[in-house]
């Protein structure tokens, strides 16, 4: 779906922001792009989009050029989810998706109400301007935006900015539901939550470069430390002991009355993040 070789980009003479990046994303795949700010991830989403020019190195997505694919066609195959709402804030969100929904073949659109409806909308705003809309609201109607058209390939970027627990939920219920109808989603974000639930495999970025790429399950049992925290009792009294996993095939090496719980001291995707990049997310 998307391929990627020695890709660069520069906002001037010593501003190269991208420093020759080679990646894929396969049909299908929920593929995460991940960096602190700054890093580069919104560059590089900008080229792939076609909101950005002047790029070096070769880019494909559906098999074409990107240089020369822009045509109608190619955007009504991608949907975008920026990370700040683009909406006309004196429309409602109705009028807002409609007007966008005409730029679409009607044979390709969803129906704006049951999509609305799909992301837990309230329906007391359907046709209140959204000015008066709250973040969640917003980001529910950008939401639905991104999908009117029944997009092929699918960019989001910060999807779950701005929404509460059960609204994030919400939305990677979606995402994934997309995936299963065979959409590839090309995703940024700061929430590593959102990647390690979400993405077949990750991409780290950091000034310019990836420095990492893999599934999360592999990234972070490469970066494992291999070791077992156990929770007993013994003689009356909590006890916990950290062992290294292989001594685990013998057995418990201590005495104990109960086992209470046993926990690998796998790493967390963002543990794994900064040990590859020096830097946290924020």
């Given at each position: 779906m998307i391929e990627v070789k020695n890709l660069t980009f520069s906002y001037g003479k010593d501003k190269q922001a991208l420093h020759g990046l080679n990646f894929s994303v396969a049909d299908g795949e929920i593929f995460g792009?991940?960096?602190?700010?700054?890093?580069?991830?919104?560059?590089?989403q900008k080229i792939l989009t076609g909101i950005l020019k002047g790029h070096g190195g070769e880019?494909?997505?559906f098999g074409k050029d990107l240089r020369t694919a822009q045509t109608q066609e190619f955007f009504q195959q991608i949907g975008v989810l920026f990370e700040f709402p683009y909406l006309y804030a004196n429309l409602s969100a109705v009028d807002n998706l409609n007007y966008f929904a005409s730029f679409y073949p009607?044979?390709?659109?969803?129906?704006?109400?049951?999509?609305?409806?799909?992301?837990?909308?309230?329906?007391?705003?359907?046709?209140?301007?959204?000015?008066?809309?709250?973040?969640?609201?917003?980001?529910?109607?950008?939401?639905a935006r991104a999908l009117i058209s029944n997009p092929k390939l699918l960019f989001l970027d910060e999807p779950t900015s701005g929404?509460?627990?059960?609204?994030?939920?919400?939305?990677?219920k979606i995402i994934e539901k997309e995936r299963q109808k065979g959409t590839t989603v090309f995703l940024t974000t700061h929430n590593?939550?959102?990647?390690?639930?979400?993405?077949?495999?990750v991409a780290f970025i950091t000034n310019g470069n990836i420095v990492a790429l893999d599934t999360p399950q592999n990234l972070k049992e490469k970066n494992s430390n291999h070791r077992i925290v156990v929770s007993y009792l013994y003689?009356?009294?909590?006890?916990?002991?950290?062992?290294?996993?292989?001594?685990?095939?013998?057995?418990?090496?201590?005495?104990?009355?109960?086992?209470?719980?046993?926990?690998?001291?796998?790493?967390?995707?963002?543990d794994v993040f900064i040990q590859y990049t020096g830097r946290g997310l924020s």
């Open positions: 792009f991940l960096g602190p700010n700054g890093s580069g991830k919104s560059t590089t880019v494909s997505l009607k044979e390709q659109l969803r129906d704006v109400k049951e999509l609305l409806e799909e992301l837990e909308f309230k329906k007391d705003f359907l046709n209140k301007p959204v000015s008066s809309y709250s973040k969640g609201m917003r980001q529910r109607v950008s939401m929404l509460d627990p059960a609204g994030a939920v919400l939305f990677r590593m939550l959102d990647a390690d639930l979400l993405c077949d495999r003689q009356g009294k909590r006890k916990e002991q950290t062992i290294e996993a292989p001594e685990l095939k013998a057995g418990i090496p201590f005495a104990y009355d109960e086992i209470i719980s046993i926990h690998s001291q796998e790493p967390t995707l963002e």
